[in-house]
């Protein structure tokens, strides 16, 4: 088992990495967590595949559990559903105090993490990231959210958890989509922070996509490192350098918006906003159009797409208007110079980015 | 006009306390908030009485403003109006970034900061407090929260606001049961930490109810500057200084919670439980009966209840056991020593606690 920490002092804690570790949840929570009782928000197809390995652990170690399951869909990330759980979780929260348990991918993460924030003004929380997308990114560093009809995540809170519980073994029951999903996010650490990391994904195609064993626990410990270190630095994103995660995602959640949400998957839409950002790039000469060759070839591996489909411009162009980055009309992307260097830059010209997405919308 | 600093490095602001300062509010705004769009959160009735006058000098100053009206009742500290006022700032804060502004006693404060400390992971608001109870406690310091079925802010935030502006003229309208219940935070000030502002309530009992000139800015600005150190030194509630706040808020809230939140206002609570926190301090042997006999003249010299009516010692002790500052099946009082010294004490016999509810029942 790898052990990570995230370095925020009184706010600091681990992430463990490892295959099949989710049956001795129970005694690293118990060192975590000074309470005993656990309310786990999952959904039921995750519930079949892990409840019950969980819940073993868990009264093994005198632990009382109470499972949650909400919809498996984006749209459990609302108000209503928040609403729910916080009612239940006042229920359950009697006489000995309760946390939080995510059992799940980023839906869970984010809306389990939103409950632990505003419940009480702040409980424990814990993620069991259970997708890979989670694993290395959504699971960590705090950043909590639920979605209004206006846009997703408009409403959160960053809000660190106590832990995070990685088992890679879960990874295995992932559906081809969801992996690839969770690829774009390690190909976007690769291109922001790891050149490293980004020839072993050139090199490992085939092994990584088969799960052969060792790989998910490389990229995911690799992933987590990059993260864990930049959440340490800039927690709250005031100092620009949590910024760079945000690499493909401005015109990636807007390709997302512009389908409202169920055309394209996080992590596809991100490929493409990575294509994006990696033409703006080069437009500006920042950086070599060779570069943006590597990493339409490393997309394309992964059978993650490098064309917009059935999205029209104007639509992404006004979707792209409603991002939180946004700011007094002037748009921030983060830019690349090369694999592992990035620049943010500030009011890119409407028609540059204009541009460029034209050029993969097919 | 007197101005006081909330000191919390990044998150520090100022409370601004004068007569007749409402019309100038803009100007002040204008130099704390970067943003020219208000959303300000209010109901009916205040809106009549300060509505035009905030409107005109936001206007002047080039503000736009939109006026979103909850109905005056606890009531609107709910999921259900939080949710629709975060939709209506969503639609509103589009283009230009939109802040919120809290006119309004506590029930608007503390839904308004909730809102703003959600919507995107917090947005910049301002408190204009316009009650007693409000100007001197609930508008500063960052507590924001809405109620649960389950219990009083159940769910909420830390979250500074941008600047408090306390007009004390607003407070010649309160009616005199409002004036009263706030009154009972004052009284809670003096006991905890300033046996001057003690003795000045003792000695102009009349003027202050008959809302003299400067009464009441005298005391909003004494209150404010207590609050202010003490947020200043425990934002968190992490170090057991803020705590001290709690005086009388234990069985306060308790015999609060036993009415359904509709028998007694929060002050009567609240002066209530201070005599029942006196009585246990008094039967310790921590402090004098005298001490507890001038608080209840004061108490009573305000008009507020010295005797606990159509409440059962049962349904008290019940509603107590629900209270946040509950751990591990352990109570927790803030007691007295003297007028302006306070003691934290942990697990007090529930028979000690009985004996001393019992004796304020008629």
């Not at 814990?126 to 997703?152: F, R």
């Not at 809000?159 to 073994?169: A, C, E, G, N």
């Not at 800039?234 to 390709?255: M, P, S």
Request: a positive charge; glycine letters at 8%.
């Amino acid at each position: 088992m790898k052990s990570i920490k995230v370095n925020l002092k009184s706010r600091s804690y681990s992430i463990l990495i490892g295959s099949g570790i989710l049956k001795d949840f129970a005694k690293y929570a118990a060192c975590s967590i000074p309470y005993r009782k656990a309310f786990v928000v999952t959904n039921a197809c995750i519930y079949k595949k892990f409840g019950k390995t969980l819940e073993l652990s868990l009264k093994r170690w005198g632990f009382l559990v109470k499972f949650n399951l909400v919809p498996d869909t984006e749209k459990s990330k609302s108000f209503v559903t928040a609403t729910k759980l916080v009612n239940g979780l006042a229920l359950f929260d009697k006489e000995q105090r309760a946390f939080v348990i995510a059992l799940g991918g980023g839906v869970i993460g984010d809306l389990s993490g939103f409950i632990a924030a505003i419940y009480k003004r702040g409980i424990p929380y814990v993620q069991i990231p259970t997708t890979l997308l989670a694993q290395v990114d959504s699971a960590i560093g705090g950043k909590t959210a639920i979605d209004l009809e206006y846009g997703k995540n408009l409403v959160g809170a960053i809000y660190q958890p106590k832990l995070v519980f990685s088992d890679t073994r879960a990874l295995k029951s992932l559906t081809p989509r969801q992996l690839r999903s969770g690829l774009a996010e390690v190909i976007k650490y690769a291109i922001i922070k790891d050149p490293k990391l980004f020839r072993y994904l050139e090199n490992n195609l085939e092994e990584i996509l088969k799960l052969k064993n060792g790989c998910l626990e490389f990229i995911v410990n690799r992933c987590s490192l990059i993260k864990a270190r930049i959440v340490s630095l800039d927690e709250k994103e005031e100092k620009g350098i949590r910024t760079i995660l945000n690499f493909g995602h401005t015109i990636g959640h807007a390709i997302e918006a512009a389908n409202k949400f169920s055309g394209y998957s996080h992590g596809e839409a991100i490929s493409l906003g990575m294509l994006v950002a990696a033409d703006i790039s080069s437009c500006l000469k920042l950086s070599e159009n060779k570069t943006t060759q590597r990493m339409e070839n490393l997309i394309q591996g992964f059978g993650l797409p490098v064309e917009i489909k059935n999205t029209s411009l104007k639509e992404i162009i006004s979707c792209h208007y409603l991002d939180k980055k946004f700011f007094a009309n002037r748009n921030r992307f983060v830019l690349i110079k090369d694999i592992g260097k990035t620049q943010i830059a500030d009011n890119i010209p409407l028609e540059l980015i204009k541009k460029s997405i034209e050029k993969r919308i097919r």
